[in-house]
């Protein structure tokens, strides 16, 4: 694959203090095919001019709105205008942005969820079917080698066919009130209007439905939820389970909370089928244990010589050598990147660099918000499973 230049980012959000916006910009930035050339960094003018400062960018490549980030960077020679828009800002500033950066002709990188509400994810999914730019929603887990190569052995058949999903995302964080303590992570993301209708569900449920669907390759049919605000004080849900059918006929649960208190971050899949199992959690990120019902288990780890294709494409150092939550971020760039180069090249490329979420994993995120939300109010056991286009 050849490239000509870097492909120049543009960043909305991620303004000083920003936790993911530097994560999405270690992760981008860890190949060599990305380099931040400008950016909206803030909604407060001054807070993008310092954080443009950090980062060392030319004052006249700081924008104190992307309205007239989009607008200027028009105006630049081609060879030097920004290449891709990456929107790292809370989720009711997702849909604008986006929406602006296709029609203005530039690649679009967004923090999950895809939108604020499913009508929106509507919207946009058309936007993005009709748009002719290359556009990544970060899930980032589906980066992680080792779930890869979990995904890749369930579609070669190793395990049989799926019958049980187990996906779970303890998180204690919000285990009080914090955001009555000037916390702002907090105070956005328990905000119905800056998150959405569903907290916890919204915020890390969407991406253990995500997981459960990538990993195992069946798409759910049906659910039934329970949503609970174990937190007095807190608008939306903190804590939530939810039960899923899947179009074989497999079934799943579906565990996630921001009040487990003392956890903290160790997201888990284990998919069972007719031959075998497989598990995985991120807290040993490096590791997949294989699961037989007559004879030992296996233990597969990152780096090894004897992975499958999808996991040593998106491995970078030897075994024993870990990596992490930033590599992962990385992996789902360098994919999208190499799909943007490939498409410029006239070239067609590998099946395992177009391996990355997209808009249709976006509005199956956003659909089962909105389902999940109907089900917890509604007296019906089971919720169909239907995405609205």
Same mark, same amino acid.
């Given at each position: 694959?050849?490239?000509? =230049?870097?492909? =120049?980012?543009?960043?909305?959000?991620?303004?000083?203090?920003?936790?993911?916006?530097?994560?999405?910009?270690?992760?981008?930035?860890?190949?060599?095919?990305?380099?931040?050339?400008?950016?909206?960094?803030?909604?407060?003018?001054?807070?993008?001019?310092?954080?443009?400062?950090?980062?060392?960018?030319?004052?006249? /490549?700081?924008?104190?709105?992307?309205?007239?980030?989009?607008?200027?960077?028009?105006?630049?020679?081609?060879?030097?205008?920004?290449?891709?828009?990456?929107?790292?800002?809370?989720?009711?500033?997702?849909?604008?942005?986006?929406?602006?950066?296709?029609?203005?002709?530039?690649?679009?990188?967004?923090?999950?969820?895809?939108?604020?509400?499913?009508?929106?994810?509507?919207?946009?999914? /058309?936007?993005?079917?009709?748009?002719?730019?290359?556009?990544?929603?970060?899930?980032?887990?589906?980066?992680?080698?080792?779930?890869?190569?979990?995904?890749?052995?369930?579609?070669?058949?190793?395990?049989?066919?799926? /019958?049980?999903?187990?996906?779970?995302?303890?998180?204690?964080?919000?285990?009080?009130?914090?955001?009555?303590?000037?916390?702002?992570?907090?105070?956005?993301?328990?905000?119905?209007?800056?998150?959405?209708?569903?907290?916890?569900?919204?915020?890390?449920?969407?991406?253990?439905?995500?997981?459960?669907?990538?990993?195992?390759?069946?798409?759910?049919?049906?659910?039934?939820?329970?949503?609970?605000?174990?937190?007095?004080? /807190?608008?939306?849900?903190?804590?939530?389970?939810?039960?899923?059918?899947?179009?074989?006929?497999?079934?799943?649960?579906?565990?996630?909370?921001?009040?487990?208190?003392?956890?903290?971050?160790?997201?888990?899949?284990?998919?069972?089928?007719? =031959?075998?199992?497989?598990?995985?959690?991120?807290?040993?990120?490096?590791?997949?244990?294989?699961?037989?019902?007559?004879?030992?288990?296996?233990?597969?780890?990152?780096?090894?010589?004897?992975?499958?294709?999808?996991?040593?494409?998106?491995?970078?150092?030897?075994?024993?050598?870990?990596?992490?939550?930033?590599?992962?971020?990385?992996?789902?760039?360098?994919?999208?990147?190499?799909?943007?180069?490939?498409?410029?090249?006239?070239?067609?490329?590998?099946?395992?660099?177009?391996?990355?979420?997209?808009?249709?994993?976006?509005?199956?995120?956003?659909?089962?918000?909105?389902?999940?939300?109907?089900?917890?109010?509604?007296?019906?056991?089971?919720?169909?499973?239907?995405?609205?286009?």
């Amino acid at each position: 694959m050849s490239t000509t =230049k870097k492909l =120049k980012i543009g960043l909305i959000g991620g303004g000083p203090g920003s936790f993911i916006g530097a994560i999405h910009l270690n992760g981008a930035l860890m190949d060599g095919m990305f380099e931040l050339a400008a950016g909206a960094f803030s909604s407060n003018p001054e807070k993008s001019k310092i954080r443009g400062e950090e980062l060392m960018l030319p004052s006249e /490549r700081v924008y104190a709105s992307y309205d007239e980030m989009f607008e200027k960077e028009l105006q630049l020679p081609e060879s030097e205008r920004i290449d891709v828009v990456c929107i790292v800002t809370p989720n009711n500033v997702h849909f604008d942005p986006t929406v602006k950066a296709l029609k203005h002709g530039f690649h679009v990188a967004l923090d999950k969820p895809l939108t604020l509400n499913y009508q929106e994810a509507k919207d946009l999914y /058309r936007i993005v079917s009709n748009s002719d730019k290359h556009f990544l929603l970060t899930h980032t887990y589906s980066g992680y080698p080792m779930i890869k190569q979990a995904k890749q052995m369930i579609a070669n058949g190793e395990i049989g066919e799926v /019958r049980k999903v187990y996906v779970e995302y303890p998180q204690g964080w919000l285990w009080k009130l914090l955001e009555s303590e000037n916390n702002k992570q907090a105070a956005w993301r328990t905000d119905p209007s800056k998150n959405g209708l569903a907290g916890c569900m919204g915020d890390i449920g969407t991406h253990a439905f995500h997981m459960a669907e990538y990993v195992s390759g069946l798409k759910m049919t049906h659910l039934c939820a329970d949503l609970y605000i174990k937190v007095d004080g /807190r608008p939306i849900d903190d804590d939530g389970v939810v039960l899923m059918r899947f179009d074989n006929g497999a079934s799943g649960v579906l565990m996630a909370s921001q009040t487990d208190t003392g956890a903290e971050n160790n997201l888990k899949i284990r998919v069972y089928g007719e =031959k075998g199992g497989l598990e995985w959690e991120q807290e040993l990120n490096n590791t997949l244990t294989v699961r037989w019902p007559d004879k030992p288990d296996q233990i597969y780890r990152a780096g090894t010589g004897y992975l499958g294709s999808l996991a040593n494409e998106n491995t970078r150092t030897p075994a024993g050598h870990p990596e992490g939550y930033v590599e992962a971020f990385a992996n789902l760039y360098r994919n999208f990147a190499r799909c943007i180069y490939a498409e410029q090249n006239g070239e067609t490329p590998k099946p395992e660099w177009q391996d990355y979420p997209g808009i249709e994993d976006g509005i199956r995120g956003m659909a089962f918000i909105d389902h999940v939300l109907k089900s917890n109010k509604s007296d019906q056991k089971w919720t169909p499973f239907v995405v609205e286009k």
